[in-house]
């Protein structure tokens, strides 16, 4: 009979919770519903680029026969090498294909080629393109008997030899940092309201945002030291090649830290006990990982669900880890993604600070 009070007891105490209630009941339909559509490993369309140097009626009725595959979502015509390899490097496309101009002279003489340029740093999807292709081509080739065998020649950008390493550790590189960030930034008021702490912090003279950064900044520093040594292992260790700018590196990942603690903040503001700030961490950190295209390409989620990923900053933070890494990227090129990582922080932090006025008031 005591057990069975006690079970009572605390059915009644998670009923009475609506915080409670909205994690368990609410929160998990919304999850189940949405990321069944994203989480997929499947690559159900492509956008590609092709190179047409020939111009000839083959190559228009070979560009005819990628247009029409439902594989492909997008084809563009390029002008030359650099547009298409520009267009790897910002992720636009999954690769582009060289037509070259001895196409059509070549299937009634000899055997022909066609290049395919693929993203390395796209392991997976790279690879199934690359099949969806050979499967375009052969259907093309299946139309005239008489044509000469068509050769594929494969070859993947920043990523040649297809290293599994060289493309999952980079994602960690962010993962696993941004775990730590947003349950250190999570638990640090909650931490003070079970330790009966929290209002000492209160009555002393700390404006609120300064009790907010002085919750923020020990974190950064950790989390930023942590960086350093998953950097360290991931180079000399998992052998990864890092060909960008150190400098240019720790300034994305104190950005990035930056606005993780923001949100963790935020949470940590919202909730009332670690046990919160930890259910709530995790709710943030399943949709960053299904929505940022680090483990579902991006364009594979329905279409309506990816300006969600908009709002995920581990999406651009995989991006720019990924340029700095393999191939190099400038200030240029990176600064639209470190700009966009430090707005989601101001936003993350502000709201935080918002609530915490709030609930302090």
Partial sequence: ??????????????????????????LPLIQIFIFSFAATTEVKSINLAVFDRDGSHQSREFIDELK?????????????????????????IIGFIVIPDNFSKNLATQ?????????????????????????????????DSAQSPVELYSHYLYNQNLNNFWWIVPNLFGSVTMLLAILLSALSLTREKELGTYDQILVS??????????KLIPGLVISIAVSTVVLLISVYFYGVPFVGSLTLLYAGV???????????????????????AILGSFIFLLPSFLLSGFSTPIENIPSWLQPVSDYIP????????????????????????????????????????ILFKKKTG
């Fill in 1 to 26: 009979m005591r057990l069975l009070a006690l079970i009572k007891k605390e059915f009644l105490a998670v009923r009475s919770d609506a915080k409670s209630m909205l994690i368990i009941i609410v």
């Fill in 254 to 276: 104190v950005i990035f830290l930056f606005t993780i603690s923001g949100v963790g903040l935020f949470i940590s503001s919202l909730c009332d006990t670690q046990q919160q």
């Fill in 205 to 214: 003279p700390l404006y609120p945002y300064e009790i907010l950064l002085g």
């Fill in 111 to 143: 055997d022909s080629k066609i290049q395919l340029i693929l993203d390395g740093r796209r392991t997976n999807t790279a690879q199934i393109a690359e099949g969806y292709i050979t499967q375009m081509l052969a259907k093309f080739q299946s139309k």
């Fill in 314 to 353: 581990l999406k651009y933070y995989i991006i720019f880890i990924k340029g700095v890494f393999l191939r190099g990227m400038d200030f240029a090129t990176a600064l639209p993604l470190l700009i966009k990582m430090f707005l989601l922080g101001v936003f993350s932090l502000s709201a935080a600070l």
């Fill in 68 to 92: 029409g595959s439902r594989y492909v979502k997008q084809l563009i015509n390029v002008l030359n090498y650099n547009e298409a390899k520009d267009m790897i490097d910002t992720k636009k």
